[in-house]
């Protein structure tokens, strides 16, 4: 840690701090510098406690942390690419994963029609919630236990692997008894109750990225998911909050290289969410594509127009399969499968 | 609703959309522009389903909401300031109630010491975190249960009811035992099954505004808290993330006059979070009680240079009673006890 | 335009506003909603004065443009696409235009040297600050005319058109005089005077976006370009600004595919500027072909280590030539060349 | 500076910069810590060139100034309160003043009526636009210098000082002519050469915050003023853009205490811009004041609903009156005039 120092400050004060850097176990190094002094505190930031609370003293300036704050999602603790595994779909290899399918389970039909018809163009993972995070209270919820009940339908006739949303900590069991991939939202991408409840189930967690998360906290996030024992973490880039008002959100494609450079957990884009709009979601894709992301999750819905959520985001049949063939020359560029 | 079509829309396109309208239950008013044509949806807009879906239809260019989407929560709804009772202490009504106490629980001696100082001072209602959200799985987590009972203890000890934050589903029964108001932290603000869990405990709850929450979406938040069947809400502004970064957060102090227009319920402000720094929480104390704010939520730690969390932005004791006494003429000048 | 009135409006209030609204030019259409009522005024926004002022009127709840507020930069008013030629080079064809050179020109050798390598390695542009906008007026500000002049020199010896900042009203024919582009720096993005100035010499306009502009905003500040008889106007995305403070700006890709939906006007991407870190480079550019960028704009320079601004964003001229090397199969998956 | 270097490097590598870091004119300190070894570079920031190159080389992974990059306009350079007086009026002193007036004058009868309206009621100088920075090229521009001239004669009228808005270097004469105060509004806060001219012209200098600016940016180009021997210096918040689309702009009231902790420069507050909504000005107005805030700049128009811009934030001359009186009791509680 980096500490500096008020100017003037009295060397009886600057005693003081350096006495309880060493309490708190750092080994402080004193630099009397022009305007100010600083001092440096060498020791292990994440095994010994946090000086920060020597921001609360008057003679101190500030305090920056020199460690990083997250260890085992860091590439530096795992130099290689790690790798997820949902049934026989691997996540963070060679080959780009599709994972598609409507925001919502809204009937039988529909999620079975999907299914079949994603699995054709090419799509490996099926998504769809079964418990809607809703704005409002008077928006449509979801189907619950039924809607992972006919996922699990559409799995069997269709040998896709499931990915669904989980909402509450009380239902973590039920929906890791359906879902090959548990999701956490991006609304709740700070429950960290709901995040430990996830990773205690066993099954691999997809991690969306809060709507003003630093990029430092979402690793953080999801250093709860790996010290709970769980292997299995993705990272979900979804759209991030700004000014702009075109799109509902603005995706940020730079967390591409900067989360393959910080962490070897496999990286997913989900377009669909990030744009709010379909007309987007080609251009996005090709993008996300081409500056290494290992996952796209997208919204496809057989009938967008009568969707009961998020009927603007949703691609229709036709328009995945487009999707997939423009997406090809791209996923080769990359030099993937 | 209004829907705006596209330019050079054929009528058989415009038609197509006139029968969507009405099919979903409303009356639709066509109005035909230079550029392009816009109909106008007339109906309740809670009441029926949304048009939203129309957004997905490709002659259509925007769809905008007229109504306001939230209901209970709307002044519209309760035109008269609504309060709430925690114990004796009455918030939202001529007197402004000062919330005082440390970031987390620590021990017995810490939180009684400060329970006593506080009142002394003028604080009516006691603050203390048991359970601790904390961005690290390394950092400390608070002493829980244990946290809950010391709370209690310098309740009976101070007769100050307890406000403390609610984390997970699991707790609701156990924190409603202990607390007089249960908080729901900012990374929690969208949170739903925990907001409905907290209502459910019939307690008065106390919502903080999330990171990047829009008013329209905290209104709506706190919509899941009345149609739960409670009506102790209290809305609390701890600061918005923006792009600066001399503060942990931006406080935004103009969400009081627009929660007063909008709203019935009482406002609380948190400057300790939201300036993250305990020499500014003297100016945004005054400034909140200048606009109109009905109650104030402030970290205070009997030795803040030994906090075992957020220890740069907790009060002194001393600083404590020298803001007490600063704020008087403001409270006087706002035409507040 | 879009007027909804407030609940509970009386006849009367609602009668004056229809006269003004008829005053104003527009066609008044009435619509009797559940809550309140909804006007719409017909008539074209941009000949017509805005019936913003109709917000001042307390029976008026909001007021909303239907009309886009762009005309010329619109794709409505240019189906196809425009290009924009700098001598011998044209943006916005059929081939990816790299623009690249230093942040700043230092000396004689620094700026030929660049030059001649990033023209062998496939630039077709030579980009390279003059007049520098610098944060602190402490730090380097550019050798000013001696820049220019160093600038023509290399296109003498290279053949590249030339790229330049303009930043005062007062140096306009002095940098038109050198430049082949001029461009507008994102902290003069909605300095109209510099962009009417710049617009006026009749040289093509790069026009950055500002850190924090909305794309109407910018769309609108291009306008500006075009009102004024200049029809060489290009965008450039070049970051904006979050809370995200791992990178020093967010690169806004979707601004791509968003601008050729809005306009028929080229867009170039600056991915040096948008992240602020040359490791991240390789991956924006390729994402920015991918998605459809007709130009890129690269900071390089033959000793990044020594450079007198914006070292860490600056590529080497090995580095350069591995990015041009690694684009290429992007640029073909593109359909471009 | 601190310069933290990556993990793993080589002593010969950790011994090259060293010896830049001598070079460059500092003193460096080595310190070997845990998992990576930092270095402690002292001397003179400001007087030296920047490490900021150290930033290019591969074994360095940050590099962290101690010192603040702006001088005179910092409290450690003046630790006393620093006044600017236009005509008779002393900005920064124990009186809070009040600026109102018109966003735009618009015709003489408006600009005299306002000026004796908002004298009688209590302000102290008289704002007005002139030239106007407009989004939109289609949008009234103002009336320029004939604007100016009404505005002389105002003042003769009425005595009140004038400030209004320099819009471009060509201009500065011409406005400082008739001006008392230079306002460098938001669009422009980082046009540096705008700012030179606005402070040669020996005039007070009112600087708007741009719109996403931290106030570290906007210290600097302050400093822009005072370099160039003008000590006029005026911080004026107006509002920081965020993703809240309720209000305009979000009024960052923190940056009071900020302004006046790093600084003895007068802070100024514009809450009709800042909110964009005339509803809001009261409440905001109370809250500056209570904060600090030294002056408060206010638009007034004798018929907002007629206003040719802004019309939804100017208040009434009735709403100004009772907004002065409302004032007061806040204006004695922080124990100015």
Redesign the interface.
Same mark, same amino acid.
């Given at each position: 840690m980096?500490i500096?120092l008020k100017?003037n400050v009295s060397s009886r004060e600057t005693a003081a701090v350096l006495k309880e850097i060493k309490r708190l176990g750092y080994r402080p190094?004193l630099?009397?510098?022009?305007?100010?002094s600083?001092i440096?505190a060498?020791?292990?930031e994440?095994s010994h406690q946090?000086l920060?609370?020597?921001? /609360?003293?008057p003679q101190v300036e500030s305090v920056?942390p020199?460690?990083k704050?997250?260890?085992l999602v860091s590439r530096?603790a795992h130099p290689q690419n790690s790798t997820v595994r949902a049934r026989d779909v691997v996540i963070g290899g060679s080959r780009v994963v599709i994972m598609a399918g409507p925001c919502s389970v809204e009937s039988e039909r529909q999620i079975l029609e999907t299914a079949h018809a994603v699995r054709d163009a090419g799509a490996t993972v099926l998504r769809g919630g079964a418990f809607k995070?809703?704005?409002?209270?008077?928006?449509f919820q979801g189907l619950g236990e039924k809607g992972l009940k006919l996922l699990s339908k559409a799995r069997r006739e269709t040998g896709l692997p499931i990915i669904t949303e989980l909402? %509450?900590?009380?239902h973590a069991d039920l929906v890791a008894e359906h879902a090959d991939i548990l999701q956490i939202g991006a609304?709740?991408a700070?429950?960290?109750?709901?995040i430990i409840a996830a990773a205690k189930t066993g099954k691999p967690v997809l991690l969306k990225r809060?709507? %003003?998360m630093?990029?430092?906290?979402w690793l953080?996030?999801g250093?709860?998911v790996l010290?709970n024992r769980n292997s299995g973490l993705l990272f979900c880039e979804r759209g991030?909050?700004?000014?702009? @008002?075109? @799109?509902r959100n @603005?995706?940020?494609?730079?967390a591409?290289?900067?989360l393959k450079?910080e962490s070897h957990c496999p990286v997913v884009i989900d377009p669909s969410q990030?744009?709010g709009r379909?007309?987007?979601v080609? %251009?996005?894709s090709?993008?996300?594509?081409?500056?290494?992301a290992d996952a796209l999750l997208l919204e496809v819905h057989p009938n967008?127009?009568?969707?009961l959520s998020d009927?603007?985001q949703?691609l229709s049949l036709d328009g995945f399969r487009r999707l997939m063939a423009e997406l090809k020359?791209?996923i /080769?560029?990359?030099g993937r499968e």
């Open positions: 980096i500096v100017p190094h630099m009397k510098g022009v305007a100010r600083v440096g060498i020791g292990d994440r946090s920060d609370v020597l921001r /609360a003293w920056t020199i460690q704050r997250y260890k530096e995070p809703r704005t409002s209270p008077y928006e909402l %509450s900590e009380a609304r709740n700070q429950n960290f109750q709901l809060g709507l %003003s630093k990029i430092e906290e953080l996030a250093e709860y010290s991030i909050r700004t000014f702009e @008002t075109y @799109t @603005t995706l940020d494609l730079s591409i290289p900067i450079q990030g744009a379909a007309d987007l080609m %251009s996005l090709k993008g996300a594509i081409a500056m290494g967008p127009k009568e969707a009927s603007a949703q020359p791209f /080769a560029a990359a």
